[in-house]
């Protein structure tokens, strides 16, 4: 009756343990679940604010096209850390059939900026004397590619100013 009672503790033991390390491994499990959810949850919220980013970009436009079909330019948009909605830009185009080139500063705002197709508006200035200013509207179909329409002034009245466009590649940084 002793090696019975003996077995019988023994067999209850061995049960007790097994059943605690169950539960001890099903709150250890549910910790790491709820873990996983909290870095999940965080690493959503992080690519959420990355939605405005600096971009570098290449294109081509119609501008200034006397004799080609398109010139080339690159452009780098620098996001505003305060308004994050607003960008500074500098655009270069090279004028093939002269060999010389334009500069633009600008101003662009993308208002719903994130979306499947964002649509944005800018503003600026010539800084080598071939313009005056340039208008421009545009759409950023993916994350890399981008379409533009561009009214340029480029001797103060509107007889004098060129409706050109621009599709290009830009990748963000």
């Known amino acids: 009756m002793a090696k019975k009672l003996t077995l019988l503790v023994f067999v209850t033991a061995l049960i007790f343990m097994l ?14 679940r709820l873990r996983l959810i909290r870095a999940s949850q965080q690493l959503l919220e992080a690519e959420e604010e990355e939605i405005f980013s600096n971009k570098f970009g290449v294109f081509v436009t119609t501008y200034g096209t006397r004799g080609t079909a398109v010139n080339p330019g ?3 948009e620098i996001v505003l850390p305060v308004i994050q909605q ?7 185009i090279y004028f093939q059939a002269t060999g010389s080139g334009a500069g633009f500063v600008s101003l662009k705002a993308a208002p719903l900026a994130g979306r499947n197709i964002s649509p944005y508006l800018g503003v600026g200035g010539e800084v080598t004397d071939q313009a005056e200013y340039q208008l421009f ?18 001797a103060g009245d509107f007889e004098d100013s060129e409706f050109s466009f621009a599709t290009g590649y830009q990748l963000s940084f």
Do not use: C, H, P
């Not at 059943?19 to 790491?32: D, F, I, M």
């Not at 509207?137 to 480029?154: M, P, Q, V």
């Open 19 to 32: 059943v605690l390390t169950t539960v001890s491994a099903q709150a250890q499990s549910e910790e790491e």
């Open 74 to 76: 690159a452009r780098l």
């Open 86 to 92: 607003l960008s500074f830009m500098m655009e270069g």
């Open 137 to 154: 509207a545009g759409l950023e179909i993916s994350d890399s590619l981008f379409l533009e329409a561009k009214y340029i002034n480029e």
